[in-house]
């Protein structure tokens, strides 16, 4: 199984600001997922982010507001940019076991809320 | 587009009590299905994978059930305890990139 950490855990912000959540992973993976899920939601992919290309955006969110970076095999960041209240959820990192088709890890998640 | 439903919404029990949860998905072509729990505010901890050509799957009180032809799958808690309290969420796995959520269902064990 894989071991990922987020920073933060969680963090209040005010509206207009910016807010980067770190994830780190124990082991070297292709794929990192962020996702987010907002109050009472289920689960919703963001981007898909692979070490050296860009990311790709899921429909429904862009890059000018999720910028996404995966400088490394184990690490990527998220920045949720120009922040207003809608975008209080809880955050998630997530990467794949062996390969793709296997059992789905997740972090424990930034819980962010914007005043 | 894969849609994921997961009934009841929310489940009360007293302690001890055997439950099922269930989960329901409109497309069967999947890779497989994954059981996870959420506690209040916090990330995810997978409980059980179950591959498109298993039946089913066991970890200690917890056993899984996927019949991918009629599109459904169960979790099945034995003996409940008071910590298995949190919200359960089932998930479908239809590529490398697609992970398709249940919206959950939130259950309270109350000693």
């Known amino acids: 199984s894989a071991v990922i950490s987020q920073k933060p855990s969680r963090d209040i912000c005010q509206r207009g600001t910016s807010l980067t959540i770190q994830c780190q992973v124990d082991?070297?993976?292709?794929?990192m997922f962020w996702y987010r899920q907002q109050p009472g939601q289920s689960l919703t992919l963001i981007a898909t982010?692979?070490?050296?290309?860009?990311?790709?955006?899921e429909s429904g969110f862009v890059i000018d507001k999720f910028p996404i970076s995966r400088p490394n095999l184990t690490f990527s960041t998220l920045t949720v940019s120009n922040m207003s209240p809608e975008d209080s959820s809880i955050y998630l990192c997530?990467?794949?076991?062996?390969?793709?088709?296997?059992?789905?890890?997740f972090g424990p998640g930034t819980r962010l809320t914007v005043l | 587009k894969q849609e994921v439903t997961q009934i009841p919404a929310a489940l009360s029990v007293p302690e001890g009590e055997n439950l099922v949860l269930n989960c329901s998905f409109t497309?069967?072509?999947?890779?497989?299905l994954q059981w996870f729990r959420q506690d209040p505010g916090k990330g995810l901890t997978s409980l059980l994978l179950i591959q498109s050509s298993q039946r089913e799957q066991t970890s200690g009180r917890l056993n899984a059930s996927l019949d991918k032809s009629s599109g459904r799958s169960t979790l099945y808690i034995a003996a409940s305890q008071p910590g298995d309290s949190a919200t359960y969420l089932c998930?479908?796995?239809?590529?490398?990139?697609?992970?398709?959520f249940g919206t959950g269902t939130r259950l309270t064990v109350i000693p």
């Open positions: 982010a692979n070490q050296g290309s860009e990311a790709t955006y």
């Open positions: 082991s070297q993976v292709t794929m």
């Open positions: 998930a479908v796995k239809t590529g490398a990139n697609n992970l398709f």
């Open positions: 997530s990467v794949h076991g062996k390969d793709s088709y296997n059992e789905q890890f």
């Open positions: 497309d069967s072509a999947i890779y497989n």
